[in-house]
């Protein structure tokens, strides 16, 4: 059983370019978090996916989007670069979505390592 | 509306000293709380986790109890090792809300 993977592991841009990140889920899973973790800070929601449709938003502008594909692997695009989107992009992957206003440790997620932007 | 809130570091602890990372969390309803930790270069893997009022997570040696009364769930270990030099973060899962980290530096 493979893990969450995530590739490139580290890339440079600069000002107003776009970015694509990408992440496999692990074996079995459906459902595909993307997280923004700012040195020094937790990880921040950025969007969940779950069997291909978009299943709940943080606060990010609309610049930020993503795709799940039929395999459950994920792509999270950022358009117009700016300097404060440098940071860590973490992909999680987990059984099933997120549910709101449920408990029971159901939504367990796994994390790949993630992939460093930085934005010159 | 939610949040998590955890003590701010670094915390530095000589070997077999003992570790406590404090957590109080805001929430509605009855939410799992987890503790994350996070390697350096890696992401995060969950540590323990508590689903209800009073239960107890642990794993490593780390230990956490839900207290609803006092909204916390603070991480503790009796005798820290250098491997457990780390960034450890306080969740709330259902609501996919994460602390801020506190990181922990032990040394010989």
């Known amino acids: 059983e493979t893990g969450v993977t995530q590739s490139p592991t580290h890339l440079i841009k600069t000002r107003g370019q776009q970015v694509t990140l990408r992440c496999s889920s692990q074996?079995?899973?459906?459902?595909v978090s993307w997280y923004q973790q700012a040195l020094g800070q937790g990880p921040q929601f950025i969007f969940q996916?779950?069997?291909?449709?978009?299943?709940g938003r943080g606060n990010f502008p609309p610049r930020f989007s993503g795709l799940q594909f039929p395999n459950y692997s994920s792509e999270l695009n950022v358009n117009a670069l700016e300097l404060d989107d440098s940071a860590l992009y973490l992909c999680?992957?987990?059984?099933?979505?997120?549910?709101?206003?449920?408990?029971?440790?159901?939504?367990?997620?796994?994390f790949g390592p993630g992939t460093r932007l930085t934005v010159l | 509306g939610d949040s998590v809130t955890q003590m701010e570091g670094p915390v530095t602890l000589s070997e077999e000293a003992f570790l406590t990372i404090n957590c109080t969390y805001t929430a509605t309803g009855y939410p799992s709380l987890f503790w994350y930790v996070q390697y350096p270069g890696e992401g995060l893997q969950l540590l323990l986790k508590a689903t209800k009022a009073d239960d107890k997570g642990s794993n490593k040696g780390f230990e956490a109890t839900y207290r609803k009364e006092t909204t916390s769930f603070h991480l503790e270990k009796g005798s820290v090792q250098v491997s457990d030099s780390a960034v450890y973060f306080c969740a709330l899962p259902d609501k996919l809300i994460f602390g801020t980290g506190t990181r922990l530096q032990v040394f010989p």
């Open positions: 999680a992957s987990s059984l099933g979505p997120r549910t709101a206003g449920t408990s029971g440790g159901n939504n367990e997620q796994f």
């Open positions: 996916y779950y069997r291909e449709e978009e299943n």
């Open positions: 074996s079995g899973h459906n459902t």
